[in-house]
């Protein structure tokens, strides 16, 4: 929900920002404002495909190792463990 909130704020600054320089705005300004609204839809769109994430408790020794393994095989770590688990569930 952390993400929602900060996006709410960018919007309501970026509102802010181009209601007090319309009148200002050149060609410049609106390519300006066109990269930050494109910008704000990003964080929109990637907030809303994120995962709820949850824990899975696994002993120091189990991460340890995991971590080293996928350090090793270039790979994230959550998404491997995803992986392993998912294939297992087959």
């Known amino acids: 929900m952390e993400n929602w909130k900060e996006i709410q704020e960018s919007v309501k600054s970026f509102l802010k920002n181009a209601e007090e320089n319309v009148t200002e705005l050149s060609l410049e300004g609106i390519k300006n404002v066109q990269e930050q609204l ?16 949850k824990t899975i408790s696994i002993s120091e020794d189990v991460h340890t190792k995991v971590k080293k393994y996928c350090s090793q095989s270039e790979e994230k770590m959550g998404e491997w463990v995803e992986k392993v688990l998912l294939e297992a569930c087959k």
């Open 38 to 53: 494109k910008e704000l839809e990003n964080k929109i769109k990637d907030a809303q495909e994120k995962k709820k994430l």
